[in-house]
C-alpha cells in the first residue's frame, strides 16, 4: 500500500452515507461510503443515521483500504471525490 495516503479521524454522516478524509501530499480527498457498503462490510447489519459512525468505525480499516486502492486507481468522481460502492 502507498503510504503517502493517510485518513484523519473525521467523520461526518450525511444522508445515507458516511464522508471521510484522506489526505494525499498535502490534499484533502472526500471519501464517501454508503450505509450499503458499511453495511455489507459489517456483516450486512442494518445501517442508520444512529449507528453509522459505531459500524464504521468497526470496519475502518477495511473501508479505508478500499479508499485507499480506489485513490491510487484514480478512480475519482467528476467532483474529485472517492466513492466507495458496491
Do not use: P, W
Amino acid at each position: 500500500m502507498n503510504q503517502s495516503v493517510i485518513f484523519t479521524d473525521q467523520l461526518y454522516i450525511e444522508t445515507n452515507q458516511v464522508r471521510f478524509v484522506a489526505q494525499m501530499q498535502g490534499m484533502n480527498i472526500n471519501c464517501f461510503a454508503s450505509f450499503a457498503v458499511i453495511s455489507a462490510f459489517c456483516d450486512h447489519q442494518e445501517v442508520n443515521e444512529h449507528n453509522a459512525i459505531n459500524l464504521f468505525e468497526q470496519c475502518r480499516f477495511d473501508l479505508e483500504d478500499k479508499a485507499e486502492e480506489l485513490i491510487e486507481q484514480e478512480a475519482f468522481s467528476d467532483s474529485g471525490d472517492i466513492l466507495l460502492l458496491l
